[in-house]
Nanobody, 121 residues
Framework: QLQLVESGGGLVQSGGSLRLFCAAS????????IGWFRQAPGKVREGVSC????????DYADFVKGRFTIARDNAKNTVYLQMNGLKPEDTGVYYC??????????????WGQGTQVTVSS
């Protein structure tokens, strides 16, 4: 199973920053495009950002453009999501998952436990 492990979440004030980490267990991330998704309480899960296998292409949801940056270090088998300028509406559980970059970053991997991000106003 292509299951990933998220970490780096926490509680931060509005305007603050967090860096999320996505690590693979038992397989090599380099062969997969990876996406970050989030789910707020009472809302459906939504796509945030995704990155191609090489890291040469990235995509962002409009509501995070200019604030979040996705990157990967294939040597460390890790994908990152740098989140700056956080807003209370960014609160939710963040997940990383394998995606098909050429198909609107549609996920096909298994969902992990996610990491909680809470932004206070």
């Amino acid at each position: 199973q292509l299951q990933l492990v998220e970490s780096g979440g926490g509680l931060v004030q509005s305007g603050g920053s967090l860096r999320l980490f996505c690590a693979a267990s038992g397989f090599t991330l380099v062969y997969y495009a990876i996406g970050w998704f989030r789910q707020a309480p009472g809302k459906v899960r939504e796509g945030v950002s995704c990155i191609s296998e090489s890291g040469g292409s990235t995509d962002y949801a409009d509501f995070v453009k200019g604030r979040f940056t996705i990157a990967r270090d294939n040597a460390k088998n890790t994908v990152y999501l740098q989140m700056n300028g956080l807003k209370p509406e960014d609160t939710g559980v963040y997940y990383c998952v394998a995606v098909d970059y050429d198909d609107t970053c549609r996920h096909f991997g298994s969902w992990g436990q996610g990491t909680q991000v809470t932004v206070s106003s």
